[in-house]
């Protein structure tokens, strides 16, 4: 089964500077990958995902992530963090034939200092 | 698109009662929904599958008899919540599977307290 690590449950950056969030999964073949941001009280958003191709992945609102399969990771960046980005962010890894394979992290909580 | 809608968006009951919440794909069909739980400042923990057309299937260690999903049409998924206590006090919230792709959307989620 697979597995995700997000390792930095809280990050803290100034609004304009630029931010990576880290996401390493576990998976026997091609992993599916996603991330999603939740706001307070709210459901989740997708904001990409990576099925295949190209291994750098624009999403909405700004951000991208890079699929490493080396690495197994799939990091999340955005170049210029804004205020509204404040919020939790999860990383998912799924499986195409597996309908409720879908495995997510533990999230990590992007505060921005303004 | 992909829009997926919950309601109620909060409910509060007393302990005992029952409390439906539900779930609809608004802009596409969906054969699998799934119903998630999260606690405070936790990851999403998945209750069960929904398939249209057939029974649910539960994650270990969640109670069937006490969590009733029905997924009556290729739209509309409903969560249950039977007899419940204070400790089911939690956010709920649905996703709906795209026919498609591997992607869920998810709802807004639904924030059950009972007194």
């Known amino acids: 089964a697979q597995s995700v690590t997000q390792p930095d449950i809280h990050i803290t950056v100034s609004e304009g500077a630029s931010l990576e969030l880290r996401c390493n999964y576990s998976y026997g073949a091609t992993p599916y990958l996603f991330w999603y941001v939740q706001s307070p009280g709210q459901g989740l958003q997708l904001l990409l995902k990576y099925f295949s191709g190209d291994t750098l992945v624009q999403g909405i609102k700004g951000f991208e992530a890079e699929f490493k399969r080396s690495q197994s990771s799939f990091n999340l960046r955005k170049p210029s963090v804004h205020w509204s980005d404040a919020a939790e962010y999860f990383c998912a890894v799924g499986a195409l034939y597996n309908n409720n394979d879908m495995r997510f992290g533990a999230g990590t909580r992007l505060t921005v200092k303004p | 698109g992909a829009v997926v809608s919950q309601h109620p968006s909060r409910v509060i009951c007393k302990s005992g009662t029952s409390v439906k919440i539900e779930c609809r794909s608004l802009d596409f069909q969906a054969t699998t929904m799934f119903w998630y739980r999260q606690f405070p400042k936790k990851s999403l923990m998945l209750m069960a599958t929904s398939n249209e057309g057939s029974k649910a299937t539960y994650e270990q260690g969640v109670e069937k008899d006490k969590f009733l999903i029905n997924h009556a049409s290729l739209t509309l998924s409903t969560l249950t919540v039977t007899s419940a206590h204070p400790e089911d006090s939690s956010f709920y919230i649905c996703?709906?599977?795209?026919?498609?792709?591997?992607?869920?959307?998810f709802g807004p989620g639904t924030r059950l307290t009972v007194l």
């Open positions: 996703s709906a599977r795209d026919p498609g792709l591997p992607t869920q959307y």
